[in-house]
């Protein structure tokens, strides 16, 4: 039997010409690598051993083994995520040449190409340094030149590459991608494209909207609820004090107020949400500070139900700003 020390679940790893000393000596003794190799294997794609790792290869270790994360057990992935996902371009190249398949799936339906994208935020390795978005974009190129189809979706959930580089806010892999013919307008299962994916951000990236945009996003995309991204941004008001600049060329981009503001989601929402109503006068404040009636453009029942809840007196005015000194922001 092979005797490995471990140290949480993986091997402690020295020098690698000791261990791929060691391993060719086991091997020689009769080693089951089937049995015995995983532990070896995980930890050697992980550090980038591509010695040990060759090794392994030439002793029939399969290469499209999957493996379940020691710390999410329902999680289970394979040498070519790991190593992506780890932006170790040596090891890709070796596992590529041995047969690892670019369309290969984990247990979460993600190809190789999107752990390429994911840095420190993966479930299945906790890195010890940050990973450079050159290095994630030298990568994903590598991928694609290994004959990855940017416009690939994932079997089950429908995502692209460029759904998980929006998600992550990668500004230079999206501009890549959409250099390679990604498809802007391409839905996931539950119908949203990549501006979706943006609007659920902590802080989206103005820039990578501005990308998209001039590849002819559509703005007016709905999910299979009905609801467009504009309102997974207004809806929470600390989020949206936090991105006005985002939500501001969003709308700058030509959406009408109809479509900002769908009439069965208004009467639901923003007329009985009072947090609601005071996102869209922030929006109204930003948008008169910068020398424009956009107010103007708010249908008048909404001013009227604002003007009521918020008990502002008639001879205050929204369209002169007035009203706005009866509110604190």
Aim: hydrophobic letters at 45%.
């Amino acid at each position: 039997m092979l005797h490995i020390k471990e140290q949480n679940g993986h091997m402690r790893l020295g020098t690698e010409e000791a261990h791929v000393e060691y391993v060719q000596r086991t091997l020689a003794d009769g080693l089951d690598v089937m049995a015995y190799g995983h532990v070896i294997w995980t930890s050697a794609v992980r550090a980038g051993y591509t010695q040990l790792v060759s090794v392994l290869l030439k002793a029939r270790y399969p290469i499209h083994r999957a493996f379940q994360s020691t710390t999410h057990p329902s999680h289970a992935y394979t040498a070519i995520h790991l190593a992506c996902q780890c932006a170790n371009i040596p090891m890709v190249s070796l596992l590529l040449d041995h047969g690892a398949n670019v369309y290969q799936c984990d247990s979460q339906d993600r190809f190789p190409i999107m752990y390429a994208m994911l840095g420190q935020t993966s479930k299945i390795a906790s890195l010890d340094t940050a990973i450079s978005e050159v290095s994630m974009l030298a990568l994903v190129k590598l991928l694609v030149a290994r004959g990855f189809d940017v416009n690939r979706a994932s079997p089950l959930r429908h995502q692209t590459a460029l759904h998980i580089a929006c998600e992550n806010d990668r500004e230079t892999i999206v501009r890549f991608l959409l250099k390679q013919g990604a498809n802007v307008n391409a839905v996931d299962m539950y119908g949203g494209n990549a501006l979706y994916y943006m609007c659920q951000l902590v802080m989206p990236s103005v820039a990578i909207l501005a990308h998209l945009v001039n590849h002819h996003i559509d703005l007016n995309c709905r999910d299979i609820t009905k609801v467009n991204p504009f309102q997974l941004l207004v809806y929470n008001v600390k989020k949206c004090k936090r991105n006005l600049p985002f939500i501001l060329y969003l709308m700058q981009q030509g959406p009408t107020p109809d479509w900002a503001y769908p009439r069965p989601y208004f009467v639901d929402v923003y007329l009985t949400n009072y947090p609601a109503m005071r996102t869209l006068l922030l929006l109204a404040v930003a948008k008169r500070r910068e020398g424009s009636s956009w107010i103007k453009l708010l249908p008048t029942d909404l001013l009227y139900f604002l003007r009521s809840f918020l008990c502002i007196p008639n001879n205050y005015s929204f369209e002169d700003g007035t009203a706005f000194e009866m509110i604190n922001l």
